[in-house]
């Protein structure tokens, strides 16, 4: 597993089979923020210029939300956790 920060609040997880991207974003018009978890499964028909074709994409209220879903469907450990903050 490799996991780089790309720019603030942006996260790159690679693993031999998928692509994980975590992005922050702040939910408009509050001081809440939102955590993007996008998979894309890497295969002989993958490009990193096509990621339009999402496999898999959820949204949570914390990141200890998505570091947890990432960890049940993709066996990421949770330690990245303390890298991501």
Avoid: W
């Amino acid at each position: 597993m490799e996991l780089k920060k790309l720019e603030q609040g942006e996260f790159e997880i690679i693993t031999d089979n998928y692509i994980i991207y975590i992005c922050k974003e702040q939910n408009p018009d509050t001081k809440h923020y939102l955590y993007f978890v996008d998979v894309f499964e890497i295969n002989s028909t993958f490009s990193i210029d096509n990621r339009d074709e999402v496999y898999d994409s959820e949204v949570f209220d914390d990141l200890i939300q998505a570091v947890e879903y990432i960890n049940n469907n993709y066996t990421i450990t949770k330690k990245i956790y303390n890298k991501l903050i």
